[in-house]
Nanobody
Framework: QVQLVESGGGLVQAGGSLRLSCAAS????????MGWFRQAPGKEREFVAA????????DYADSVKGRFTISRDNAKNTQYLQMNSLKPEDTAVYYC???????????????WGQGTQVTVSS
């Protein structure tokens, strides 16, 4: 079992930046691909970014490409999502997830965090 805890959400003005963290604990974190998803009110959870365990391969949704960066520090069992040039449409609850491969679908992940709210004001 892997437990994931997100942090770093908050309120920011459009154009600003936030860095989300996802700390993993429990069974070994080694080998797990990690992903970030988000869910806005009334919408389905959507893919944001994903990374292999090594971090050598990453994937981004078109809506965040060039603005968000996924990274991880395996020595600290932590992954990050650096979010720059934030837009009001980025407002959502952000979730981190762990799975076998860096998938774009929610079904591709075995473990989920509880989510952290990101609100971008215009």
């Amino acid at each position: 079992q892997v437990q994931l805890v997100e942090s770093g959400g908050g309120l920011v003005q459009a154009g600003g930046s936030l860095r989300l963290s996802c700390a993993a604990s429990g069974r070994t974190f080694r080998g797990y691909a990690m992903g970030w998803f988000r869910q806005a009110p009334g919408k389905e959870r959507e893919f944001v970014a994903a990374s292999t365990w090594s971090g050598s391969s990453t994937d981004y949704a078109d809506s965040v490409k060039g603005r968000f960066t996924i990274s991880r520090d395996n020595a600290k069992n932590t992954q990050y999502l650096q979010m720059n040039s934030l837009k009001p449409e980025d407002t959502a609850v952000y979730y981190c997830a762990a799975g076998v491969v860096p998938a774009r679908g929610v079904g591709g992940y075995d473990y989920w965090g509880q989510g952290t709210q990101v609100t971008v004001s215009s």
